[in-house]
C-alpha cells in the first residue's frame, strides 16, 4: 500500500472527508483547483446549510432519506456552522433559514475547507483524473465481499489501503463532476440508479407560459400530478421562463419530474404521436383557493359589472398573465357581468389549480445536481461503506441523494464526507 486514504474528487464532500481522514490523505481531483462548484454556490455566494434540524433536512430529501440519519445526526447544520466558525468562517441564517458566510463569499468556504484538509495532513493532487477501480475477491471471505486492490489514475497506479468516492453527479460538468463517479462505481459492481437532471427549469408542453418570461409569482405552487407522486403542493416564488417555469417550487419537483419522463420514455414514449409529459397543478397564489377566487368574482359581478374581467384580473397579478388566463378559461375580454358561471369558475380553477404538462427540464448544463447515482442499499448507513467492497466508501452527490433547493445539498457532502472521512481513518487504524 503507497497510500492510506485516497478520495476521488475536491469538491465539499472530498474535502470534508479530507479533514477527517487522517495524515497520509490523497486527494485527487481532475481539475486545477480543488471547489470549483462550490465557488458557483448560492449565486457565488454559497448557502452552504440551512437553520434546521437533522429530520429537516431528511424532509428536504423525500422518501428514501432515511438513510442519511446517522450521517446528519453527527454533523447536523448547527454542527456544520461551529465547524466553519473553528475554520474562521462565520455565518449568518437569512429570514428563510438559508445559512450563508457572513462574508458572502464562497471562495472563503472552499479556501478554509482546503486550508483545512492540508493542515490535518492531506495531500491534495489537482489535475489527477481516476480513470479505474480495480477490485479483488476478498480472500476466505464468505459473504464473497470484495477490496479495491489499486487505483488507476491518468498519472499511475495508486494502492491506497481505503477509497472514498466523492466524484460528484452529472450536473454543471464543466465545474468537474462529469459523470464519471457513476462508471468508477458500476466499475466497482456497485448499482447506480439511472442518473437525471435535477434542480433544473422545467419545459412546458404549452407555449403560452413563455410568452410571459421574467414574470415572478411571489407566493406561488406546484406540484406533481400523477399517481404515486412522492408530494404535496411545494410553495415560493414561481417564474415563468423562455422555456416554461422555474423559481423554487418549479426547481424541487425536476428531478422526481425527470425521473419520471426518463421512465415513460423508457417505457416507449407517451402515446402516439405524443412527447412524453408529466403533469403539473400550478397555483399562482397560494393564499387563495379556487373559492375564494369564485367569491371574488362574485363580487366584482355586484359591484362593478360593467368592466373587463381580465383588467379586474390585472388588479390582482401582472397584466399579461390576467389576459392569458382570461383566454384560456374562455373569457376573452367580456365585461364581468356578461362572463358566463363556466368561464368563471374555469378561471377560479385555472388560478388556484391550473394544469400544465412538461416534456423536460433545461438539462444537465442547467441542473444545479443530480437526481439517481449510487444505490443507498448498496452502502452502509453508519459509515457510508459499500456493504460489497469493503474499503470502498461514497459520499456526496455520487450517491442516490437530492435534496430541495435552500442549502440542503451542501449540508449532505459535509455531513456524509465528515462520517466517511471518520470511517476510512478507522479502517486504517
Ligand atoms: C450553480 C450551482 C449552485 C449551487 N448552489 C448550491 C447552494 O447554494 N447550496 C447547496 O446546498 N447546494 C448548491 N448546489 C449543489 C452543490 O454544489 C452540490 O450538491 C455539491 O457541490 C456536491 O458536492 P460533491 O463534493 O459531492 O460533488 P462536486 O462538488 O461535484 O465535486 C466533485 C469533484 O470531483 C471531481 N471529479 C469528478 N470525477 C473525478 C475523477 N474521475 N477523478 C478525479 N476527480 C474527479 C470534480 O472535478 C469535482 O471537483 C449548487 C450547484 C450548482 C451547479
Redesign the pocket.
Known amino acids: 500500500m503507497d497510500t492510506g486514504v485516497l478520495i476521488?474528487?475536491?469538491?465539499?464532500?472530498?474535502?470534508t472527508a479530507a479533514c477527517f481522514s487522517g495524515p497520509g490523505t490523497v486527494l485527487?481531483?481532475?481539475?486545477p483547483q480543488?471547489?470549483?462548484?462550490?465557488l458557483?454556490?448560492?449565486?457565488g455566494?454559497?448557502?452552504?446549510?440551512h437553520e434546521i434540524d437533522a429530520d429537516g433536512v431528511i424532509n428536504a430529501f423525500g422518501r428514501t432519506a432515511r438513510f442519511m440519519r446517522p450521517a446528519l445526526l453527527a454533523f447536523p447544520p448547527q454542527a456544520i456552522r461551529a465547524f466553519f466558525s473553528d475554520l474562521g468562517v462565520e455565518t449568518l441564517s437569512e429570514p428563510d433559514g438559508c445559512v450563508f458566510p457572513v462574508s458572502q463569499k464562497a471562495a472563503d468556504v472552499a479556501n478554509a475547507l482546503e486550508r483545512a484538509a492540508r493542515a490535518r495532513g492531506a495531500q491534495i493532487r489537482c489535475g489527477?483524473?481516476?480513470?479505474r477501480l480495480l477490485t479483488e475477491e476478498l480472500p476466505g471471505d464468505a459473504a464473497c465481499r470484495r477490496r479495491v486492490k489499486a487505483v488507476e489514475t491518468d498519472r499511475g497506479l495508486l494502492h491506497p489501503e481505503a477509497v472514498i468516492l466523492?466524484?460528484?453527479?452529472q450536473?454543471?460538468p464543466d465545474?468537474?463532476?462529469?459523470g464519471?463517479?457513476f462508471r468508477?462505481a458500476c466499475q466497482a459492481g456497485l448499482e447506480v440508479t439511472p442518473p437525471v437532471p435535477a434542480?433544473a427549469g422545467l419545459v412546458t408542453r404549452e407555449e403560452w407560459p413563455k410568452t410571459l418570461a421574467g414574470i415572478v409569482l411571489e407566493h406561488g405552487g406546484m406540484r406533481v400530478d400523477f399517481k404515486g407522486a412522492s408530494r404535496p403542493m411545494l410553495t415560493g416564488p414561481l417564474l415563468f421562463t423562455h422555456k416554461g417555469l422555474s423559481g423554487p417550487p418549479a426547481l424541487n419537483c425536476s428531478g422526481e419530474i425527470a425521473a419520471r419522463l426518463r421512465e415513460t420514455t423508457e417505457a416507449g414514449g407517451g402515446g402516439e404521436g405524443l412527447t412524453p409529459s408529466v403533469p403539473v397543478r400550478v397555483c399562482l397564489d397560494t393564499r387563495r383557493s379556487g373559492e375564494d377566487w369564485m367569491r371574488l368574482f362574485g363580487e366584482w359581478r355586484a359591484r362593478k359589472g360593467g368592466r373587463a374581467l381580465h383588467n379586474l384580473l390585472a388588479g390582482e397579478m401582472p397584466r399579461a398573465l390576467a389576459v392569458a388566463l382570461c383566454g384560456l378559461a374562455g373569457a376573452g375580454d367580456a365585461a364581468v357581468a356578461r362572463t358566463g358561471k363556466q368561464a368563471l369558475r374555469a378561471l377560479a380553477e385555472a388560478c388556484s389549480d391550473l394544469r400544465l404538462h412538461i416534456t423536460g427540464t433545461e438539462g444537465w448544463s442547467r441542473?444545479?445536481?443530480t437526481r439517481g447515482g449510487v444505490a443507498l442499499k448498496e452502502l452502509e448507513p453508519s459509515t457510508l461503506a459499500c456493504r460489497k467492497v469493503v474499503n470502498l466508501f461514497c459520499?456526496?452527490?455520487?450517491v442516490d441523494l437530492d435534496?430541495w433547493?435552500?442549502?440542503?445539498?451542501?449540508?449532505?457532502?459535509f455531513a456524509s464526507?465528515r462520517l466517511a472521512g471518520c470511517a476510512g481513518a478507522r479502517q486504517l487504524s
Open positions: 476521488i474528487g475536491g469538491g465539499p464532500a472530498g474535502l485527487a481531483e481532475r481539475l480543488v471547489g470549483r462548484k462550490l458557483a454556490t448560492g449565486g455566494r454559497c448557502n452552504l446549510t489527477t483524473r481516476i480513470v466523492a466524484a460528484g453527479g450536473s454543471y465545474l468537474g463532476s462529469d464519471s463517479g468508477l434542480l441542473a444545479m445536481v459520499v456526496g452527490e455520487v435534496g433547493c435552500g442549502g440542503y445539498n451542501l449540508t449532505w457532502a464526507g
